[in-house]
């Protein structure tokens, strides 16, 4: 039989966003292999991407809309047409609308597809409609705000710059499951002789990679990143002519904010020992090219966005920017590459409609008036898996006058509540086109296998759902095709570098970075802006995190086998990751009288989650560790992590607080 090769992208939230070559024989997609072409991603891929296909063709895809025919929450539906469907969603809407307005109905999406139309198409139709809109917050807002406050539009140092640092600092990131590709660069730098460091609230599993781990007690890196700036200046450790040429407010960080962070005071609040606080800011000043690699999991705090922008200041006052190899990472943008508003449809909004915060739901869903929701949409997203407070969200859910859609691949947690499915394409199905935020490569993908059973993409149903709305703009009526062309056509300043022909052609392209753009500051200054005049708190300064009422922090963060509440359908990766378990230092467990294996359930005032116990010395005490986003059905008991975390915000860009939770933990079952 024949078999083609077709190249398509990783469509998931990580930032490698890698190429793919699929072979496809017979429109089956029987082999998903790394495309060699990708000046990142160069072939390889992750554990979850190796079988692809798997999830693809998977017996447990959806593959027809369905109706919910038992109790809500039971998972009991049968099959409808697509005609039904649409016609049962809009008729209930319409009904919505007249008797609640338009803001009684909810969209809810996050990052299913990266895809740059699928993943935003649905905004040009709830704008149109006037819904509630939905502050995508759950990520790294935080960070953003942090990374921004300090160095505005700055372009972010190309990955590469990693393999020529000498002194890397992996701070709060696991990049051996989250930023697998750029290990290479790390392992590229330590042939030549650098030095790499973790900064983290555990060892996880990126420790094996690094010479040294530095435990933090979680929530308290912008102490530590303050201390450090203590010492450098305290010893004359800085780059004065740096400053001076490219930095605003060096002076007013120096005597205003810095005298208070003695190592002393700063060990105490980050639990980190005073000779270690100084061999590390020695190290960092030492070193010729010092390079951070600033995760995400330090940003889901009360002191998310003041800690992010307190660690960004570090760079500045080493020099690191002027060095080959040096500087920090937090994020990559190029979002300026596509014209993305002609997707989102901003202008289609009569007026402004109410802005609902996706990491509240269970607050929207429960006690939101004025009016209430009467109906969510959920598309490309899992909340009763990945949003916080899973309490309040079921019991939203569960509302009987709640009408919900839900557009799925999977009979999700979510999924389970709806009134209505609508089965959607995976990545090989549909069309779209991709950036990345861990590279400045972008690529288009055509479908390469037909849609499986009746499933359709996110656009085409905006399309019929717009048509049964009664929609008329022409909007609606173009294609995925066109609506690629029109994000890059006029291609925008930073596009015309490349090769359109090669992009068009489906193969991985790359944008070129400017010269000495480490050394170009797109801030309103024009410098590094450690004082920061547009900030209510112009200068960064230590905030305690929220923290609760109980004896361990507790930390839920990736898995090397699975991408948020996604890959749960893989039954290879589920047996990978063994069972759902509560990592839990030994001392902490002999205090608690638990024992490795049993059964426990770590609670606090929100729930109670049930996880299997297992000791070990890569988690000091004080920390608790659940890795991955499991589906309930693969818990032991019914509940899942997000049962103890909080809808409470950051303090600025109003992100997620995942990881700044306590809980207590006890005995489930012997
Ligand atoms: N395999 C896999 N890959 C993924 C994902 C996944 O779930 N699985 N998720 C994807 C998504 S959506 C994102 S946003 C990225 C996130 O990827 P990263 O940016 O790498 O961030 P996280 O892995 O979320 O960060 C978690 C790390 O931060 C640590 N941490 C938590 N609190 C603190 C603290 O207070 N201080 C310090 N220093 N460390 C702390 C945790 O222990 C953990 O090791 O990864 C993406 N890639
Ligand atoms: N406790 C805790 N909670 C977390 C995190 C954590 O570290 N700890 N991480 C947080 C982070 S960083 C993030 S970004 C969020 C992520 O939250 P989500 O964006 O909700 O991510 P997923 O869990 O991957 O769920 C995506 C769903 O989209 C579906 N899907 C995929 N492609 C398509 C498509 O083309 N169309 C449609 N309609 N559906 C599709 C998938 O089947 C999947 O069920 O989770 C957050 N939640
Ligand atoms: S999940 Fe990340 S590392 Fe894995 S294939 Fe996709 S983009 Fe690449
Ligand atoms: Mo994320």
New binding site residues.
């Given amino acids: 039989m024949k078999s083609d090769i077709k190249r398509s992208v990783c469509p998931y939230?990580?930032?490698d966003a890698c190429g793919l070559l699929v072979e496809v024989v017979d429109g089956q997609a029987v082999k998903v292999m790394g495309d060699p072409e990708h000046s990142f991603t160069k072939g390889t891929l992750?554990p979850?991407m190796l079988h692809y296909e798997r999830t693809v063709h998977s017996p447990q895809r959806l593959t027809q809309p369905l109706l919910r025919v038992g109790e809500k929450g039971t998972g009991k539906f049968k099959p409808i047409s697509w005609d039904e469907g649409i016609k049962v969603i809009s008729e209930r809407w319409k009904g919505i609308i007249t008797q609640y307005g338009a803001e009684a109905i909810l969209p809810y999406s996050y990052?299913g597809t990266m895809g740059a139309v699928q993943r935003n198409c649905g905004e040009g139709f709830f704008h149109r409609m006037g819904a509630s809109r939905l502050a995508r917050t759950i990520?790294?807002s935080s960070k953003g705000y942090g990374w921004a406050a300090v160095m505005g539009g700055t372009l972010a140092p190309h990955p590469e710059e990693v393999g020529t640092s000498d002194f890397i600092l992996i701070?709060?990131?696991?990049?051996l499951?989250?930023?697998i590709h750029l290990i290479q660069y790390i392992q590229e730098a330590k042939k030549r002789g650098a030095t790499v460091w973790l900064?983290?609230?555990?060892e996880?599993p990126t420790a094996h990679l690094v010479d040294k781990v530095v435990l933090?007690r979680?929530?308290?890196?912008g102490a530590l990143a303050l201390g450090i700036m203590h010492i450098l200046v305290r010893e004359g450790w800085i780059a004065q002519e740096f400053l001076e040429k490219y930095v605003q407010g060096f002076e007013q960080l120096r005597t205003d904010v810095l005298p208070d962070y003695p190592p002393a005071k700063v060990s105490q609040i980050t639990g980190i020992d005073v000779k270690l606080l100084e061999e590390m800011a020695e190290r960092y000043v030492k070193a010729h090219a010092p390079f951070i690699v600033l995760?995400?999991?330090?940003c889901r705090?009360g002191n998310g966005a003041m800690t992010v922008r307190t660690i960004t200041c570090l760079p500045a006052l080493v020099g690191a920017w002027e060095k080959p190899g040096g500087g920090l990472l937090a994020s990559i943008s190029t979002s300026m590459v596509f014209h993305t508003h002609r997707v989102t449809r901003e202008d289609f909004m009569q007026e402004p409609t109410r802005v609902v915060n996706m990491n509240q739901l269970g607050y929207a869903l429960t006690e939101l008036s004025n009016p209430p929701i009467m109906s969510m949409y959920v598309y490309h997203s899992n909340p009763a898996i990945v949003a916080p407070d899973q309490t309040m969200i079921l019991k939203g859910l569960m509302r009987e006058n709640l009408f919900t859609v839900v557009h799925e691949r999977f009979m999700t947690d979510t999924a389970r509540y709806a009134d209505i499915i609508l089965p959607a394409t995976s990545s090989l199905e549909h069309a779209d086109i991709y950036r990345a935020y861990g590279h400045y490569g972008i690529q288009k993908a055509s479908p390469v296998i037909p849609p499986i059973g009746e499933a359709k993409s996110n656009w085409e149903v905006f399309q019929l759902l717009a048509q049964a709305m009664g929609f008329e703009e022409e909007f609606f009526q173009r294609t995925t095709d066109e609506l690629i062309n029109q994000m890059i056509n006029p291609p925008a300043p930073w596009l015309k570098s490349i090769d359109m022909a090669k992009l068009q052609a489906g193969r991985p392209v790359e944008l070129s970075l400017p010269e000495n753009y480490k050394t170009t500051y797109l801030t309103p200054s024009g410098k590094i802006e450690l004082y920061n005049p547009k900030d209510v708190e112009p200068l960064p300064t230590y905030i305690e995190p929220y923290g609760d009422d109980a004896p361990f922090y507790l930390?839920s963060?990736?898995?090397?086998y699975?991408?948020?509440s996604s890959f749960n359908e893989r039954p290879d990766l589920l047996r990978k990751r063994e069972a759902a378990f509560l990592q839990m230092n030994p001392k902490d467990a002999e205090t608690k009288e638990l024992l490795e294996g049993q059964e426990v359930s770590a609670f606090n005032e929100r729930g109670e989650v049930q996880f299997i116990l297992k000791l070990t010395d890569t988690v000091p005490q004080g920390v608790v560790?659940a890795e991955?986003l499991f589906s309930s059905e693969a818990m032991p008991g019914d509940r899942t992590v997000n049962t103890l975390t909080s809808q409470r915000l950051t303090d600025r860009a109003e992100g997620s607080t995942l990881?700044d939770v306590k809980v207590d933990v006890r005995l489930w079952k012997v």
């Fill in positions: 939230d990580c930032p992750c979850k990052a990520c790294a701070w709060s990131s696991n990049v499951a989250t930023n900064v983290d609230t555990y996880n933090v979680p929530g308290t890196d995760g995400s999991g330090l705090y930390m963060t990736p898995s090397v699975a991408l948020n560790v991955g990881y």
